[in-house]
């Protein structure tokens, strides 16, 4: 998780300074959100969700260690993904508005 919240704040502030130089405050709203959107889709891939029922069942044979590793860097990417659109939500009310 800490390898992951380091990656997000090299993003952030990738995207600040990006944002500072283009004197775009709404840039660092736009990568963040899709940052976040990303970790989201990679989280659903990694958990399955948007597999059928049958593909499930039939994945879920895998190794114990294999899937508990899944599970695991799915739930983090996905809260890494939440913080991102908090922050994307954050910024656009109080930059924006």
Same mark, same amino acid.
């Given at each position: ?15 600040? @300074?990006? *944002? ?13 959100? /899709?940052?976040?959107?990303? =970790? +989201? ?14 593909? @499930?069942? *039939? ?13 695991? /860097?799915?739930?983090?990417? =996905? +809260? ?18």
């Amino acid at each position: 998780m800490k390898s992951l919240l380091f990656i997000d704040a090299g993003i952030f502030i990738i995207a600040a @300074v990006t *944002a500072f130089l283009k004197r775009d405050p709404g840039f660092i709203i736009d990568i963040i959100g /899709l940052t976040g959107l990303i =970790f +989201f889709v990679i989280a659903g891939v990694l958990s399955g969700s948007f597999a059928s029922g049958d593909r @499930v069942r *039939a994945n879920y044979e895998d190794e114990y260690e294999e899937r508990k590793e899944k599970n695991r /860097l799915s739930k983090n990417l =996905f +809260f890494v993904g939440l913080f991102n659109i908090a922050i994307s939500v954050l910024t656009y009310e109080f930059t924006l508005q």
